[in-house]
């Protein structure tokens, strides 16, 4: 039987994991989901995403 996606109380262990910093895919690896499913739970609950050097993601036209 599939895993059907993350239970209220994971997402919050996510959440929790990634402002650890974990990556998505290591967060979808310890349960049993993909990166991409951790990624839309996590952005469902307003967490902004990193960059992929680990630095919150800066929105175009956004001065630095």
Do not use: F
């Not at 599939?2 to 990634?18: C, K």
């Not at 979808?28 to 952005?43: E, S, Y």
């Amino acid at each position: 039987m599939r895993h059907r996606g993350l239970t209220p109380e994971q997402v919050n262990d996510a959440i929790h994991l990634y402002n650890l910093g974990w990556s998505l895919a290591r967060i979808g690896i310890q349960m049993d989901v993909t990166a991409d499913t951790v990624r839309k739970r996590l952005l469902e609950h307003g967490v902004t995403m990193r960059d992929t050097h680990g630095r919150p993601r800066i929105e175009a036209g956004t001065p630095r």
